[in-house]
């Protein structure tokens, strides 16, 4: 059975830093590409940045370019996502998802999903 389980999320003011990570019970973690999702509050669900397999591409939505950094231990079968610089638009649920090999940026093409954590950013 496939989990993943999101942590690190908070209230944090504008300018502040966060780190999530996302701990993944699958059979060989390595294989699958994993992404960061966000859904603020009355919006869809939006790509934020997805890493591949061996962690050696990584993608991310222009709005966190700069600001955002994904990586991933596949030793601890986690992955993660270090946000600085953080601002109230970056409010929302953030879900962590996995897809087995290639990346990708569509939340349709992922596999699986976590329940999400809560980032709430003040100005």
């Known amino acids: 059975q496939v989990q993943l389980v999101e942590s690190g999320g908070g209230l944090v003011q504008a300018g502040g830093s966060l780190r999530l990570s996302c701990a993944a019970s699958?059979?060989?973690?390595?294989?699958?590409?994993m992404g960061w999702f966000r859904q603020a509050p009355g919006k869809g669900r939006e790509f934020v940045a997805a890493?591949?397999?061996?962690?050696?591409?990584?993608y991310y939505a222009d709005s966190v370019k700069g600001r955002f950094t994904i990586s991933r231990d596949n030793a601890k079968n986690t992955v993660y996502l270090q946000m600085n610089n953080l601002k109230p638009e970056d409010t929302g649920v953030f879900y962590c998802a996995a897809r087995y090999y290639r990346v990708a940026e569509a939340d349709y093409e992922y596999d699986y999903w976590g329940q999400g954590t809560q980032v709430t950013v003040s100005s």
């Open positions: 699958i059979r060989a973690f390595s294989s699958y590409s």
């Open positions: 890493i591949s397999w061996s962690g050696g591409s990584t």
